[in-house]
Every structure is written in C-alpha cells, then in structure tokens.
C-alpha cells in the first residue's frame, strides 16, 4: 500500500498539543522519516470548554504559509467514539470529542485556504488498530533514531501516520 506522493504533510490535532509532520521526496524504495516535526500549542488550556481555539488554528495556518514547498496530501487524524472505552464515552460526554472534530475541520478548512488541497481525514484505529502509545513509539524509534530525541506523543503520532501512510504498516 505504498502511496507515491511528493509532499505529505499529517496532522494529529489536540487542544493539548497538535502533531505535525512534513514529509518530502516521497515515492522510494523505502519509507522516508519526516522532514520536520512541530507541535503547537495553545496558551489558553481551556478555550475548547467554550469556544474553538483560534490561537491553534491560527498557528496551523502560519506554519502552512512556511513551509517551502506545498503538500500535495495532507492527512489530518480525525477522532472516534470507542463505544467500549469509559475515556472515549467520557469524552464524548463532556463535549471534548466534538470540540476536537471542529478542531479538525478548521485544520482542513485552512490548509485547503492556504493550499487549494483537500484534507483527507483518517481515524486512529486505521493507521494504528488497537497498538498502545509505548508500543508505537517504540516502533518509530526503532525505523527513525532522529525520533528519539524529545519529541511530543502529537508529534511522534503524526509521524506514524506518515510512515502508515508510506509503507502500509507500522
């Protein structure tokens, strides 16, 4: 399942820290570790009980306008209520879930804005099943030493969509 794109640019998104990560050169034999990985955050903790976080937003967009050269995909991690999960139900509950979906649409609607490319929205559970955090970024680690300096839990997952993405596993 090897995609052949020039530029992808995959997105975790979280109130708490959104992953980014920016691939270029794709399409060679073997998956290529992300260009560059950010994570931005918001100073307002709490914006998203109220309203969406335009700071977050805003930042997304500035950091599309520096990049140097335009994704040609872009792939942005969109959340999933697990009916099993007491986490996920409680999310759901509080509203925190919808607020990430809008979050998630803002994202899109930006890139799309800055780029003219649509974003395409994956779930979490299609890039990484049921693998816990630890296990994940263990395997990242392993594929791309560079990741072993500190880097966010966002930054790590966007990174591993990337390489799903790429060679069609983990």
Not at 14 to 37: D, E, I, M, Q, W
Not at 119 to 124: Q, S
Request: charged share 20%; glycine share 8%.
């Amino acid at each position: 399942m090897r995609d052949q794109v020039d530029i992808l640019l995959t997105v975790d998104p979280g109130y708490a820290g959104t992953g980014v990560a920016y691939f270029l050169a794709l399409g060679h034999k073997f998956p290529k570790a992300p260009s560059t990985l950010w994570t931005l955050r918001s100073k307002d903790k709490k914006a998203h009980k109220t309203r969406l976080d335009f700071e977050l937003v805003d930042q997304f967009e500035m950091l599309l306008r520096r990049l140097i050269s335009g994704p040609t995909r872009i792939v942005i991690e969109f959340p999933n209520l697990w009916s099993g999960s007491k986490v996920s139900m409680a999310s759901a509950g509080s509203g925190n879930l919808f607020a990430l979906a809008a979050l998630c649409g803002a994202y899109a609607a930006r890139a799309n804005t800055v780029f003219g490319v649509e974003a395409e929205f994956i779930r979490p559970q299609e890039w990484k099943g049921q693998l816990p955090k630890d296990v994940v970024k263990r395997r990242l680690i392993q594929r791309w030493p560079v990741l072993s300096k500190t880097v966010s839990e966002h930054a790590l997952d966007a990174a591993g969509m990337g390489l799903f993405l790429q060679a069609g596993q983990l």
